[in-house]
């Protein structure tokens, strides 16, 4: 079974909502973040350890650095997505796996998680407050990496567009799904450009 699918979601929404999220963090949040005094008020038994091995300024050039380090992942995952479409760009179409799917579906959520479950269980284990160093570092490194996976992916696919318009076509995404009933197993994708008024 064949399904359209909007790409957009996928390659402009989802990257445009996140980028500017990435710099409301990173413009807004983290100039807080490094001037927090961490030799301040409550702190998390986790402060506590970092103030004694890293001292407050060295933490928060820790803080810095994680942005930077979550930039160079995203730059780095980013180009599994651009690099398919520089494909359709260049030659028309290319398929997309199930697992990039969920790349496309998932991305934003890889560097969340394991923060989320850290003060999890570091509320669990020890009770409020939570570690104001952890929180700073996860929001860091999180925006940086949502920033320098979406812009790219972003600027690819505006030029696939651009490129499909210049040459009278559309871009169109095509599911191929298999299975019975109202839970279909996808197979794959393919994505490609078009002519304008083509059904195929």
Same mark, same amino acid.
């Given at each position: 079974?064949?399904?359209? +699918?909007?790409?957009?979601?996928?390659?402009?929404?989802?990257?445009?909502?996140?980028?500017? $999220?990435?710099?409301?963090?990173?413009?807004?949040?983290?100039?807080?973040?490094?001037?927090?005094?961490?030799?301040?008020?409550?702190? @998390?038994?986790? #402060?506590?350890?970092?103030?004694?091995?890293?001292?407050? %300024?060295? =933490?928060?050039?820790?803080?810095?650095?994680? @942005?930077?380090?979550?930039?160079?992942?995203?730059?780095?995952?980013?180009?599994?997505?651009?690099?398919?479409? %520089?494909?359709?760009?260049?030659?028309?179409?290319?398929?997309?796996? !199930?697992?990039?799917? +969920?790349?496309?579906? @998932? /991305? /934003? /959520?890889?560097?969340?998680?394991?923060?989320?479950?850290?003060?999890?269980?570091?509320?669990?284990?020890?009770?409020?407050?939570?570690?104001?160093?952890?929180? %700073?570092?996860?929001?860091?490194?999180?925006?940086?990496?949502?920033?320098?996976? !979406?812009?790219? +992916?972003?600027?690819?696919?505006?030029?696939?567009?651009?490129?499909?318009? =210049?040459? #009278?076509?559309?871009?169109?995404?095509?599911?191929?799904?298999?299975? =019975?009933?109202? $839970?279909?197993?996808?197979?794959?994708?393919?994505?490609? +450009?078009?002519? #304008?008024?083509? %059904? =195929?």
């Amino acid at each position: 079974m064949e399904r359209n +699918v909007p790409h957009g979601i996928f390659f402009a929404l989802f990257p445009s909502l996140f980028s500017v $999220i990435g710099v409301l963090v990173l413009a807004g949040y983290l100039p807080m973040a490094l001037s927090y005094n961490y030799l301040r008020g409550l702190r @998390s038994p986790i #402060d506590e350890v970092v103030l004694v091995l890293l001292g407050s %300024d060295l =933490s928060r050039l820790v803080i810095l650095a994680s @942005s930077i380090i979550g930039m160079m992942i995203g730059l780095l995952l980013s180009r599994f997505v651009t690099t398919k479409l %520089d494909v359709v760009r260049k030659e028309g179409e290319v398929i997309l796996s !199930a697992r990039m799917h +969920v790349v496309l579906l @998932s /991305w /934003w /959520w890889f560097l969340i998680w394991p923060f989320q479950m850290i003060c999890i269980l570091e509320f669990i284990a020890y009770g409020p407050p939570t570690s104001h160093f952890l929180i %700073d570092l996860g929001f860091s490194l999180t925006a940086g990496y949502w920033l320098a996976f !979406a812009i790219p +992916v972003l600027l690819k696919y505006l030029l696939l567009v651009l490129h499909a318009k =210049s040459i #009278d076509s559309r871009v169109k995404l095509i599911a191929f799904l298999r299975g =019975s009933g109202f $839970i279909k197993r996808l197979q794959y994708m393919t994505l490609k +450009v078009v002519p #304008d008024g083509s %059904d =195929s």
